[in-house]
């Protein structure tokens, strides 16, 4: 089964939004996600002042180098944590403004610390209006010199990005020494991007070099969601079926395609070319440990699977899911025992045995990859109903349409 709906990468679209509204000139986004969190993106670089005109299957953003075109704005971010992240420090290299920046009350609850303290460190004038390191928050925007920083990206590689997207604005460039880093490969979608925008940034370890002068617009082209496919490529190993999606091949940016990874150590055959990955399976899959430290989006579907390995299955090194939208690694472990799985749970780690699951109501935090997660398990254990299914609209909005044709399908 070919699966041609598979969204744009969330990832992506945040990124190019970003680079987009810093770029001389108007730069064409092919094929973007739409989606809740791409649409508050949007929403804020309209309040911002940037011209963004949307299109079914394109968008176009004007691009503004030298900042907003507002010199005050109040932005809701909603549940965005890239857009959380992402449209403060866009607006930290603005000459001179006020911007005002909330959020729902999930993603108040989620860290920023990390970023606003670099920030700081740079000489914005930020300031938390509530609970320090967190929404909401005001910038009196001033430019950016740049300088040197030293960073803790352990707990979201979102912050790292951040601060390579801002350099090029800066006066004199950014050095970023980095101490800790989590999902480094969204770092390499980061630096990929930053070069198809005109920015080449030099790595040496976890030490970045980033220069002035600005990006240049450019036609961009969205991947699909490598984490969203991963609902697709585990379904296919759990149900004995064979997936394709194509656009995630050999060059695909995100890392996440790596899931597939770990679906062939647990006896899935993996088929990846230039355009495509195919996944194909008898059903029968075995246990394993696995780092998922760098692919932790995917940790929820590994887990949603895990019951029906022949042996145990534990992640490990995956303590940034506990300050995503949800604490995902503790939602996991709730609803398998739910299930009637046993589990087992340290600070930065899952062990799932096998077991019969049963259908129960799954509690999603409101989290859209608990619900898609689980939906894959709902292909063995039918009845599986969800306290929150609409949150999916966070980055897939019809994603029970297209879950069902798969299950139909299966069932066919």
Request: aromatic share 6%.
């Amino acid at each position: 089964m070919t699966i041609t709906n598979i969204p744009g990468s969330k990832s992506v679209t945040a990124r190019a939004l970003f680079l987009a509204a810093a770029a001389d000139g108007t730069t064409t986004l092919l094929r973007p996600l739409h989606s809740d969190d791409t649409e508050g993106f949007t929403e804020g670089l309209t309040s911002l002042g940037y011209g963004v005109t949307r299109k079914p299957d394109r968008w176009y953003i004007e691009g503004r180098p030298s900042g907003p075109a507002v010199t005050e704005a109040e932005i809701h971010c909603r549940d965005g944590a890239t857009t959380a992240r992402f449209l403060p420090t866009l607006t930290a290299a603005a000459a001179t403004g006020t911007y005002r920046f909330d959020a729902s009350a999930q993603m108040r609850r989620r860290p920023l610390a990390p970023l606003t303290e670099a920030l700081r460190a740079l000489g914005v004038d930020l300031h938390h209006e509530g609970a320090e390191g967190h929404h909401p928050l005001r910038i009196e925007a001033s430019g950016v010199r740049g300088g040197q920083l030293t960073l803790d990206a352990g707990e979201s590689s979102q912050y790292l990005t951040a601060l390579l997207m801002l350099g090029p604005l800066t006066a004199e460039g950014l050095r970023i020494d980095v101490t800790e880093l989590v999902s480094a490969p969204y770092i390499e979608i980061t630096l990929s991007m930053m070069r198809s925008f005109g920015v080449d940034v030099v790595r040496e370890g976890n030490t970045f070099t980033v220069p002035p002068g600005g990006y240049r617009a450019t036609t961009y082209s969205i991947e699909p969601d490598a984490s969203t496919a991963s609902y697709f490529f585990a379904a296919a190993a759990l149900t004995g079926r064979e997936v394709t999606v194509p656009g995630l091949g050999t060059d695909a940016l995100q890392g996440d395609l790596r899931f597939t990874d770990v679906l062939r150590r647990m006896g899935a055959e993996v088929r990846t070319t230039a355009d495509a990955t195919t996944v194909r399976s008898t059903g029968d899959l075995r246990g394993l440990t696995v780092n998922m430290r760098d692919i932790s989006d995917t940790m929820p579907t590994l887990a949603a699977i895990a019951p029906f390995a022949s042996s145990p299955v534990r992640i490990e090194d995956v303590a940034n899911t506990r300050v995503k939208e949800c604490d995902r690694l503790e939602a996991c472990a709730t609803n398998l025992r739910r299930m009637g799985i046993t589990v087992h749970t340290g600070h930065d780690w899952i062990e799932i045995h096998p077991g019969t699951p049963r259908a129960t109501e799954i509690a999603t935090e409101g989290d859209h990859r608990i619900v898609m997660s689980f939906a894959v398990a709902g292909l063995r254990a039918p009845g599986m109903t969800y306290d929150d299914p609409g949150c999916v609209r966070k980055t897939f909005p019809e994603f029970h349409e297209a879950f069902a044709e798969f299950a139909a399908g299966s069932a066919g």
